[in-house]
DNA sequence: CTGAAAGCGCTTACAG
DNA sequence: CTGAAAGCGCTTACAG
């Protein structure tokens, strides 16, 4: 930085006025607070001066930094960018910023909480999927001994609802699925899931097993690595020794490796096999025929947890708790019939 | 918040010391500043207190907040989430963190600037593929009006190398993929792009004409809204006119809608016709048969543009110019012979 | 409606 | 090696 950039000072001192006047009739939208010609005075030269209030004194004197850190595991996969960008939505309308976080590894969450109290970030969304027993302790240390506003996203902890969080009913969208390609005729039904039992798989799982329960069906799960190079291993040893007639993928990118092995197969696509991804990502609509899948609001998911966090950390209102259910869809295309 | 943070000076109370000897203790590396006991004895007060230096204070003293503002229109399109994820590694290593700001609509970049000025960020990292004349003026503002580092991730102004850009070399790529496929007997090979002409594209396509002319070949260039939607009836316009032997997508996404329109017309691939993508995302591996490619590295060129920003907001330096050219690979896959 | 003054929680010359 | 003091650029009771 070369010159100094103009200060609250500069402008109080153009403007004939002190440095408290110019703060409230800049900040106060409240016209009793100060004369109007004063404001226009002090408007007029914070415009000439080029004059930007300074975000971070702001925050040391009012102790909000209007910062809120989005922590997540990992920013690329299926649609965390979708729902950061229902964040930001929000986030700027409200004047927040945002910053990114990525999840440590599970043994290093104790820097975690302190690079968040350092950041003195007004709030926290949370995005992690896979929650172990120190990103839970992680999460109820901000929460309760911090006291610092918190909403997980997409998100949740087995069992407990103590925490808000935000979602769909994936355990109803699990069933609904499933009925829908019971409804077909299907019998042979598969649940292809992840190795790793994040709360919200086990949520489509059992939605999976109740409607095939319903339906004097037996439940067949094949867990597959999660890794878009070992997917098809894991999948092609299943398939093998399992014959289906359907298949759910918990996530679209995993329905869609299953269709490739069983076009390759010889299988024909939705004649003999019915398939239904979850998520429905751009991905869907790139397949040929094109993936049916269950939607899923992403980008509403993400605003309505920034709305909830906003809420807590303005109105400084009692913990939100329990979950916030957003609606799905059941997006039909080619590969169901 | 209930109970206020310990501050530096409840440990400089708790320990016996001034608050600028807690200060030094716990910034300064340098043993010499401070005598190994009372530093030892700092240490282990603050740890007690569960004392974390307040970031904003800090920065408000020290005039650099540590934090760096990459500014994105789309933040789950394409890559950019990989990016940004190449990005997070160095600004960890570097203490910087990282605040997301969506790139307004052309017509307001000026409460960027103001955002961005208010904000304090030490640096900017610039991700828009689109450089309209607004966003250009914004960049060479906040670069000569206002003094702070920027750098250009994967993206550039067109004939312009004043603003330090991280890219690969967009047009050698687009060159060798045509000539790959020239390679193969390909003699009618068409460009699918986009009807916006972000620099980017543009380069690739100097490459592709490039070579093209050197085979005495004619050129087919076929336009797309970029759209995933209408991209199929873009594309479908196109080929009814032109017959094709090779398909170069400028992205993978609008490669994979050609592939998928000539599958369902009957064409093999890549029997009848080669293609290529360009970006080697996540998709070109769903696809049936897999998608040849540009590797681009995208992490890479995020965290090469994050090492040289660093450098910038470090040492002071004079301003990088010009463009730094990572490698890109060509990965053959299924879609190719 | 406006100003003087203290405070937010740090850092850093300056003295010693 | 350490401390007292000023300063970073704001906000906000308190007085008037």
Not at 46 to 52: H, P, Q, S
Not at 145 to 169: A, G, K, M, R
Not at 176 to 199: F, M, Q
């Amino acid at each position: 930085m070369s010159d100094r950039r103009p200060t609250i000072y500069d402008v109080a001192k153009k403007a004939g006025v002190s440095n408290a006047t110019v703060s409230r009739a800049l900040n106060n939208k409240l016209s009793e607070l100060v004369k109007p010609a004063t404001r226009k005075k002090v408007v007029k030269v914070a415009k000439e001066l080029g004059y930007k209030a300074n975000t971070l004194a702001k925050a040391l004197a009012t102790n909000k930094s209007t910062q809120v850190a989005i922590i997540c595991s990992d920013l690329a996969r299926g649609s965390v960018a979708e729902m950061v960008k229902g964040i930001l939505t929000v986030a700027q309308a409200y004047k927040y910023s945002i910053i990114i976080v990525p999840s440590p590894q599970d043994d290093k969450t104790e820097n975690l909480v302190s690079d968040i109290l350092s950041m003195r970030v007004d709030g926290v969304l949370y995005m992690v999927d896979e929650i172990t027993d120190k990103r839970e302790n992680f999460l109820k240390e901000i929460r309760d001994t911090y006291n610092i506003p918190l909403v997980l996203v997409n998100t949740c902890i087995q069992n407990d609802e103590s925490i808000c969080s935000v979602q769909i009913d994936y355990e109803q969208a699990g069933y609904e699925v499933t009925k829908e390609l019971i409804k077909e005729g299907r019998k042979k039904i598969a649940l292809l899931t992840t190795l790793k039992r994040y709360p919200i798989s086990i949520l489509k799982e059992n939605g999976y097993i109740k409607a095939m329960d319903e339906a004097n069906l037996t439940p067949r799960i094949c867990y597959t690595s999660g890794n878009l190079n070992s997917n098809y291993d894991d999948i092609t040893a299943f398939l093998n020794t399992n014959d289906v007639d359907g298949i759910i993928g918990v996530r679209d990118s995993i329905a869609i490796s299953c269709m490739n092995i069983m076009i390759n197969n010889g299988k024909k696509i939705p004649d003999d096999v019915s398939i239904f991804g979850f998520q429905n990502t751009r991905y869907s609509l790139l397949t040929n025929p094109e993936l049916s899948s269950v939607d899923i609001p992403v980008s509403e998911i993400g605003a309505k947890a920034m709305k909830v966090l906003t809420s807590e950390m303005e109105d400084e209102k009692p913990n939100h708790k329990g979950r916030i259910l957003l609606k799905h869809g059941i997006i039909k295309r080619g590969t169901t019939k």
